[in-house]
């Protein structure tokens, strides 16, 4: 790789070390960055580019990076040229390695799909940009069951959310023993009430009408007597007086004949008994609250079996479409054996991502590194200071193993430092 007037760089040429891994050292702000920009900006195209490439005071600058072809020949040995100049113009050219000038470079660089992504930075990703790459990597598209899945446990909580709703109605009432399955009429009994009321209000009457002709009995038999006293006293009269009594004493006979019927039909009569109703109707009341506890009781037990139903429903059509994801996964091509995601994001063996050792989130971020780049194996790792010989030296055995180049960006100028830039150039 060279660069020439790119930010912070002078002139830079940079040689990939022989085991993949080139680290580049330097201080702050010495021009390592620019370094690894330098293969961003040549291999990613105009998206990738920021809004100053150049070197402050320049007028011009260019990469040039050599590479190595596919490794399944889909693409030859080549070199990519890309120029900048001020005010945002510049060039970019790719010939392959028999001299020849590809007519659309851009295409090209196009066709190879790159994707970098920082490893250690992949680790710090959200969880949710995390399953996207992964999902994209592996070829697994969950997004219609995964949808489908946050829909069923919605569907799941709303029912859980109806089920203790309709518990917490139902409480710890129980229902009462020996009532009727419906409630008692009180208007019928209140209609009886009212019939027995006229009944005896009419009993009641005919009483008095006895007693008014009881009372008139007696009057016309004093009457009566009175006259014939007077008969005895008054012969005078005796003739007028006994006309008079006969008619007298007819009425009288008339009267006890009326007197006489009305007193056996009111020894005939018979009270009903209004006290019997009102405590029917009291105890009518007490047994429809009852009945209506029970009626109520009966309807929410119905409505808390309803919703458990619902509950165990949703919990199975949560179950398969989990199971329909789970195959889906089962078939996809992991960069890394163990790796999967769930509704939490990235798993590694079962667990969280992030609960995974630092060597194993080191690994998994490498091969996703390598496989978003699967035409060009190179990864660009810029907080290289965090890694340790370790990680370094498994990092030197995953390049391998996927025949890629990795570019560390790393603060000093240790003899682990495969080239050390200081003020924009390359030491020695």
């Not at 291999?43 to 809004?51: F, I, V, W």
């Not at 470079?105 to 920082?118: M, N, T």
């Not at 998994?364 to 890694?387: E, H, K, Q, T």
Request: with cysteine.
């Amino acid at each position: 790789m060279r660069s020439e007037n790119v930010k912070r760089l002078k002139a830079v040429t940079i040689t990939p070390s022989d085991d993949g891994v080139t680290i580049v050292g330097g201080r702050n702000g010495a021009g390592k960055s620019s370094a690894l920009d330098s293969i961003l900006y040549a291999l990613a195209g105009k998206n990738a580019l920021p809004p100053q490439v150049l070197r402050e005071g320049e007028e011009k600058g260019e990469i040039e990076l050599d590479l190595n072809g596919d490794p399944d020949g889909k693409f030859p040995p080549m070199t990519v040229r890309r120029t900048f100049t001020e005010g945002g113009g510049g060039s970019l050219t790719i010939k392959t390695a028999e001299g020849f000038q590809v007519p659309k470079p851009q295409s090209v660089l196009d066709g190879l799909r790159a994707r970098f992504i920082d490893p250690l930075a992949f680790t710090r990703m959200p969880r949710e940009k995390q399953v996207e790459l992964l999902r994209e990597v592996a070829g697994i598209d969950t997004s219609i069951v995964d949808a489908e899945i946050e829909r069923l446990y919605e569907l799941r909580r709303e029912r859980n959310r109806e089920f203790k709703a309709a518990e917490g109605r139902r409480g710890d009432s129980v229902p009462y023993d020996g009532m009727p399955a419906e409630e008692v009429s009180v208007q019928q009994l209140a209609e009886k009430l009212g019939e027995a009321q006229k009944a005896n209000a009419e009993n009641d009457r005919m009483r008095r009408e006895c007693d008014r002709l009881k009372e008139d009995l007696a009057g016309k038999r004093q009457t009566v007597d009175d006259m014939h006293a007077e008969i005895v006293g008054l012969e005078d009269k005796l003739r007028m007086l006994r006309r008079e009594y006969a008619e007298r004493d007819e009425q009288f006979k008339a009267a006890a004949v009326r007197w006489d019927a009305a007193q056996k039909q009111a020894d005939s009569l018979e009270d009903i008994d209004t006290n019997r109703l009102t405590r029917e109707i009291a105890e009518a009341e007490r047994i429809n609250s009852r009945v209506r506890h029970n009626n109520l009781l009966a309807e929410l037990d119905a409505a808390v079996e309803e919703a458990e139903d619902a509950v165990t429903v949703s919990d199975a059509e949560l179950s398969l479409a989990r199971k329909s994801k789970q195959e889906a996964m089962e078939k996809a091509d992991w960069p890394v054996d163990g790796l999967g995601f769930g509704e939490e994001g990235l798993t590694f063996n079962g667990l969280p991502f992030e609960q995974a050792s630092s060597a194993e989130q080191l690994r998994v971020s490498v091969a996703m590194g390598f496989a978003l780049n699967p035409r060009l194996p190179v990864l660009l790792i810029r907080d290289g200071s965090l890694l340790d010989d370790d990680n370094l030296a498994l990092i030197r055995e995953l390049t391998e193993a996927h025949d890629g180049q990795v570019f560390v960006e790393r603060v000093g100028d240790g003899e682990e430092c495969s080239v050390v830039i200081e003020d924009g150039e390359v030491m020695g």
